[in-house]
């Protein structure tokens, strides 16, 4: 049993990753028929990527652009979490929060986030940030607010007896109870808001990856387009594999002991 499963793991695998080479493939042989001003060859476009990481005035910002999306997602997970404890410790708020709050963010486009923004707060990282932030609350304080509305409430009134400060409960028995959705709030937001970094800095900085691609886009660089989009889909990913996926085995196996 264990080697055929094994075994379909790796013939999936091999499935993807024949993909991925027929699709370059695809690109390149494409490539050869179209102007590179339309669409450049792999190669061209791996040497722009490793150009961009590796000079300095370049790699910045690619530095400032990940930073900013860190940034944006852990204030949108705790301003989330925040806002659904707050609508579950006070009646009155629920329906504030959740019926008029959520959908008003839910309903929000992401672009007149971004021109109100930049009306604000000018061009400035804080406007970025903002944008960022603001997209991303929705996902953050559904994933928390279904957490707290499937909790169990009777080891959470057996805590209190116990405990007696609802500061140490929260802490000490709610928090980790809501783990599982805050690591799963954490991966739609982190993926989220690499999809919306370059749409946040085109309108409302002057330097990320958002901000290159602007310049590329202006000069007609379609190599330095794609470099750029293709660098966002590998610092994802490496976020994915070096945080998210670790915490998420982690968190498995804590709740497989308990």
Partial sequence: MLSGWRGMRMGQRALAEGLVVLALLGWWWSSLELPATVLPSPPVVGRRLIGILTTPALSWHVAVTTLRVLLSVATALLAGLLLALLAQAVPWLTGIIMDRILVWLNGMPSVGWAILAVIWFKVSDFTVIFVQVMILLPFSLINFAEGLRNLDRELI????????????????????????????????????????????ELFGAQSGLGYLMLQAQAVGDATTVLATCFLIVILFALGEAALINPLARKLRSDLAEA
């Fill in 157 to 200: 009134e057996m805590a209190m007896s116990f405990a007696g400060r609802r500061a140490d409960v929260i802490r000490k028995v709610v928090l980790p109870m809501l783990l599982p959705y805050g690591v799963a709030a954490l991966r739609i937001s982190y993926g989220v808001c690499w999809k919306i970094a370059l749409i946040s």
